[in-house]
């Protein structure tokens, strides 16, 4: 069995900690986590819900190859040094979310 998702660091309430999704993904939930970066890489996440997700760096699309998120739901995150790297989403939805210093040049919001 292939994990889908896992903190890598320090777990001390997260910090020096990082969520990383390697694999494809479906109806997960990830919720209050203080975490250094967070990042997809070349992976499928279908119905996934993030609450309260903060991290310093965050890339939606890391890796070679295109992530796709599918009707994903980012509620209450705040996400800084967002670098949206190779990634498609499609019916997304950010509720309450703060995004700073965005980088997206090969986003597609769909």
Known sequence: MKIAAKVVGKFADGKGASLEIVSDTKSASFSDLAVDSFRVESSRLQDCTFTNIRSKQAC??????????????????QLTLMVA????????????C???????HNLELI
């Open 60 to 77: 939606f699309g890391s890796g070679p190859r295109m992530s796709y998120l599918d009707r994903c739901t980012f509620d209450g995150c």
């Open 85 to 96: 790297g190779n990634a498609r989403l499609t019916n997304c939805r950010f509720i309450n």
């Open 98 to 104: 703060k995004l700073k210093q965005v980088i997206a």
